[in-house]
């Protein structure tokens, strides 16, 4: 049995408030699809932030609308469940995924946590806030009680897992998941990830398109955007790795001040060799010069040959944090001002108020102007996430998660256990358990 496992398509986002961008995002999840189809595999799961926001637009759901009917016709049966970016944080509210159903869309849902798939047992839980990680784990133990009755098990989780991520944003110790599992079909970290865990393989197949600068990583350098095709056919899980081609280059070039004439030329003729105009981060570094100016002829030379451009300048004649704020000085306004901003609004926005008053202290008005608005693209996205998720933080057990105590007895009575080998005529059969039938 062979699979796609994909995540993280955030179909509607319109990143930098670019339409360009936003087509880019449907294009990549086009193109995944049709890989997917040629690979010529038994199903696909999806694992979480299909849509980028819990209200997508018409193009959005238009868009996974025609990956579903040409995965229908190519017979290739789908299961998703709902990541942070899919829910919707009302009680009694849905994911907009549960308008795919009569597509044939399977979703994996508190009222449908798993679902047999041949002798396959695929089962998960959408994504859950750290403040509700008790009922995380013990639907993991639930989930984990039934795989141990079949032979091959998937388990589809959205959460973010501490070993890759920082300790104040994940849900989850990879020591608290289950260990039974023959494969782990993760979603919500961006890179790439594929380790060795319990019985099988667990893996982030990562964001299918660059959703934040800071993406264009050495991961994504190594590995790439795109999914996995997991076969499970032998008694050792194998996975491969399928990258799909961006439409758009990203650029994060550093240039020495020194070598700058002779640099901009050079990065112009690179630029305007590809087919579509590329993102372009671009930090000039060392030296006497003033940003304005810099700014100007980047925005002269290169401008109109990139989609969007992104400057940041540090003169030699700027202070830097590091080397100008003492914490034992507590009187001095620069390191109370940093304080202040850093304790109440984060690090980012503390770094942005020592960079706008060194800049405005020496009467670089234009080029605190700059800082800003790089500030404000990076992070507008992020401050709707961090609501997003301070929203569900506030939301009650009882309103998110649909416990059930007899969660076990359900799937014995409902999914019958695999006792012997998995064969191809399995494949066809797809069973569903649901506690409406209660």
């Known amino acids: 049995m062979r699979f796609a496992h994909l995540s993280d398509s955030h179909l509607g986002t319109r990143q930098f408030g670019l339409m360009d961008r936003e087509n880019d995002f449907y294009d990549v999840f086009a193109k995944n699809i049709d890989k997917i189809i040629e690979k010529d595999v038994d199903f696909v799961i999806h694992s979480g932030d299909v849509f980028d926001n819990n209200r997508p637009s018409t193009e ?17 049966p789908v299961y998703a469940i709902a990541g942070n970016h899919d829910s919707i944080l009302r009680k009694g509210a849905m994911p907009p995924l549960v308008l795919f159903k009569d597509l044939g869309l399977k979703l994996i849902s508190p009222d449908n946590p798993a679902y047999r ?4 047992l695929i089962c998960g839980i959408p994504y859950v806030p750290s403040s509700q990680g ?13 795989a141990d009755k079949y032979l091959k098990s998937i388990l589809v989780s959205h959460q973010g897992i501490d070993k890759w991520m920082h300790e104040d944003t994940h849900e989850i110790e990879l020591s608290e998941m289950p260990k039974n599992f023959d494969y782990y079909a993760m979603g919500h970290i961006h890179n790439y990830i594929e380790e060795d865990f319990g019985d099988g393989k667990l893996v982030y197949p990562g964001s299918m398109e660059i959703w934040r600068t800071s993406e264009n990583n050495e ?49 112009k003729k690179e630029i305007e060799s590809l087919e ?12 006497d010069f003033e940003s304005a100016e810099v700014y100007e002829v980047i925005k002269k030379t290169l ?15 700027v202070l830097t944090e590091e080397e100008n704020i003492n914490p034992d000085n507590i009187l001095d306004p620069r390191t109370l001002l940093h304080i202040k901003v850093n304790d109440k609004y984060g690090k980012d926005a503390g770094n942005l108020s020592i960079n706008l008053l060194d800049n405005l202290s020496i009467g670089r008005v234009d080029d605190a102007k700059i800082i800003s608005d790089r500030y404000y693209s990076e992070h507008y996205h992020a401050e709707e996430e961090n609501d ?51």
């Open 303 to 317: 401008g109109d040959s990139v989609l969007n451009l992104r400057p940041s300048f540090k003169p030699d004649n």
């Open 134 to 146: 008790d009922v995380l784990r013990e639907k993991y133990n639930q989930l984990s009680r039934i």
């Open 388 to 438: 997003s998720d301070l929203n569900q933080n506030t939301i009650k057990e009882s309103e998110k998660i649909r416990e059930s105590d007899s969660l076990d007895d359900y799937l014995d009575k409902n999914l019958d256990a695999a006792d012997e080998e998995i064969n191809d005529e399995d494949y066809s059969k797809s069973k569903q358990m649901s506690f409406d039938d209660f």
């Open 60 to 76: 959005a759901l238009l868009a996974f609308q025609k990956a579903l009917l040409r995965l229908n016709e190519e017979k290739i």
């Open 117 to 120: 798939e041949g002798g396959v």
């Open 219 to 267: 991961n994504y350098r190594e590995h790439g955007k795109g999914f996995v095709v997991v076969d499970l056919s032998d008694k050792k899980t194998e996975i491969e790795r399928v990258k799909i081609d961006l439409p758009r280059k990203f650029y994060n070039e550093v240039i020495d001040y020194n070598k700058f004439e002779e640099r901009i030329p050079i990065i």
């Open 276 to 287: 579509n105009k590329p993102m372009l981060d671009l930090s000039v570094v060392g030296g």
